[in-house]
């Protein structure tokens, strides 16, 4: 059965950081006669033995040290969730707690195969520190609000902390409209338009955020934003879930992302994104796992089969979202989304960010059609291997961040037992 999207047969060379070569076999002669080398001596060589190489997933939105609130702060919607179990505990971690608490989650990612995280959290600098320290390629996004930091916090934030290193970058944002008074946005405005930079924020999430934003200014969240100018410069929006007709038509204007998080709207009963129409409408589609708070887990593979799987619910037609469309949603979209052009596709110049999965595992035979075999029967068990910038951080259920995975499962707990009874 003929793939609809580009699988081969052949190798795949790693130097440094990119991939320097991907192909069939036959071309390989024409490759070493262009390097003037003989013979080309590898540090390493990997027999796939069959399995399949791809890009690595890009979840494209993501609380990563919110590890710490997995399945004791369930079972609320969203606004009692927040105010009740989130905002209490999280005015009480420290910028130490955050770091050990987002290494704990690289472990996670790594296991689901996600090779970059879109993540917003308290102290971006000292998650920097954690991703850097484990090899993980990382975008954050400011997550200011009415509690802080303040604007200029952020934007000295975003001078400083954007491109620190190769793996990790900085991105504007807010928390929400509906934790950001009126003038607290315009400031923000004013510092997307001087940097002329893409803005992302949580929006139209639940029906009464969109509500009592019209209550207090006559619009939608996404259409007061649009009209204080914050995404004069492209960016984007998390959930997405209750947009009208002139929402649509302002994400199709300003070109801007839509990043579904299915698992954690099921759990919170906050619905369910138009995720087909976005695509009729040309909008670009992403895919993010949100916080372990209110989802629980770190899985691109559950993600995938949700986005598809409730799309076709929400619009009753099994036709509807195509698997093809979610694994590149998964993939390409939200690296464009995170503005990293150089991790979004195998191919020579393109940063080693890949995965190996695992074809040999029941739940992948037959191999009718690869693609659509990942988002429907595909699980963690698959992944095999995930490299980030040329190194191999987790190979066969083993990890290479220079981290005892042990370690930071105790000091979690640890943290946990601390927080709790403060």
């Given at each position: 059965m003929e793939e609809p999207v580009q699988v081969i047969e052949g190798q795949l060379w790693v130097s440094g950081q990119k991939i320097v070569y991907v192909g069939p076999d036959e071309e390989i002669e024409t490759v070493y006669e262009k390097s003037g080398l003989q013979t080309i001596l590898w540090?390493?060589?990997?027999?796939?033995?069959?399995?399949?190489?791809?890009?690595?997933?890009?979840?494209?939105?993501?609380?990563?040290?919110?590890?710490?609130?997995?399945?004791?702060?369930?079972?609320?919607?969203?606004?009692?969730?927040?105010?009740?179990?989130?905002?209490?505990?999280?005015?009480?971690?420290?910028?130490?707690?955050?770091?050990?608490?987002?290494?704990?989650?690289?472990?996670?990612?790594?296991?689901?195969?996600?090779?970059?995280?879109?993540?917003?959290?308290?102290?971006?600098?000292?998650?920097?520190?954690?991703?850097?320290?484990?090899?993980?390629?990382?975008?954050?996004?400011?997550?200011?609000?009415?509690?802080?930091?303040?604007?200029?916090?952020?934007?000295?934030?975003?001078?400083?902390?954007?491109?620190?290193?190769?793996?990790?970058?900085?991105?504007?944002?807010?928390?929400?409209?509906?934790?950001?008074?009126?003038?607290?946005?315009?400031?923000?405005?004013?510092?997307?338009?001087?940097?002329?930079?893409?803005?992302?924020?949580?929006?139209?999430?639940?029906?009464?955020?969109?509500?009592?934003?019209?209550?207090?200014?006559?619009?939608?969240?996404?259409?007061?934003?649009?009209?204080?100018?914050?995404?004069?410069?492209?960016?984007?929006?998390?959930?997405?879930?209750?947009?009208?007709?002139?929402?649509?038509?302002?994400?199709?204007?300003?070109?801007?992302?839509?990043?579904?998080?299915?698992?954690?709207?099921?759990?919170?009963?906050?619905?369910?994104?138009?995720?087909?129409?976005?695509?009729?409408?040309?909008i670009p589609v992403a895919i993010g796992t949100d916080g372990a708070g209110s989802n629980n887990c770190l899985d691109m593979f559950r993600e995938m089969f949700l986005v598809t799987g409730l799309a076709k619910y929400r619009d009753m037609d099994a036709a509807s979202t195509d698997a093809i469309e979610v694994l590149k949603m998964a993939t390409v979209n939200g690296a464009k989304a995170m503005g990293l052009t150089d991790s979004d596709v195998l191919a020579p110049g393109k940063y080693a960010d890949l995965i190996m999965i695992d074809m040999h595992q029941p739940n992948m035979q037959p191999i009718n059609n690869i693609a659509k075999n990942i988002v429907y029967s595909g699980s963690k068990q698959n992944v095999k291997m995930t490299m980030i910038d040329g190194k191999i951080l987790y190979e066969d259920g083993k990890f290479f961040i220079g981290e005892d995975p042990e370690k930071l499962y105790a000091k979690a707990n640890e943290i946990a037992d601390r927080l709790r009874q403060e």
């Open positions: 540090d390493r060589e990997i027999d796939c033995e069959g399995n399949l190489l791809m890009p690595g997933f890009k979840d494209a939105h993501a609380h990563s040290a919110m590890v710490l609130f997995r399945s004791i702060a369930d079972d609320e919607p969203l606004q009692g969730w927040l105010e009740k179990r989130i905002f209490p505990v999280e005015a009480k971690m420290t910028g130490e707690d955050v770091y050990e608490l987002t290494k704990m989650s690289v472990l996670e990612y790594l296991t689901s195969g996600i090779t970059a995280v879109f993540d917003m959290y308290l102290t971006p600098e000292t998650i920097i520190n954690a991703y850097t320290e484990c090899g993980m390629r990382n975008v954050q996004v400011s997550g200011l609000n009415m509690f802080g930091p303040t604007p200029e916090v952020m934007e000295e934030r975003f001078l400083k902390l954007n491109g620190v290193n190769s793996l990790s970058s900085y991105m504007l944002g807010i928390h929400a409209e509906y934790t950001c008074p009126k003038e607290l946005l315009m400031q923000v405005a004013e510092i997307v338009k001087r940097h002329k930079a893409p803005f992302f924020t949580h929006l139209a999430e639940t029906k009464r955020e969109v509500e009592e934003c019209k209550e207090r200014y006559g619009m939608t969240p996404t259409q007061l934003l649009n009209d204080l100018g914050l995404f004069d410069y492209g960016g984007g929006g998390y959930h997405c879930v209750y947009m009208d007709d002139k929402d649509i038509e302002i994400f199709k204007e300003k070109k801007l992302t839509a990043v579904t998080n299915p698992a954690s709207n099921l759990k919170l009963a906050s619905g369910i994104a138009p995720v087909s129409r976005f695509l009729k409408e040309g």
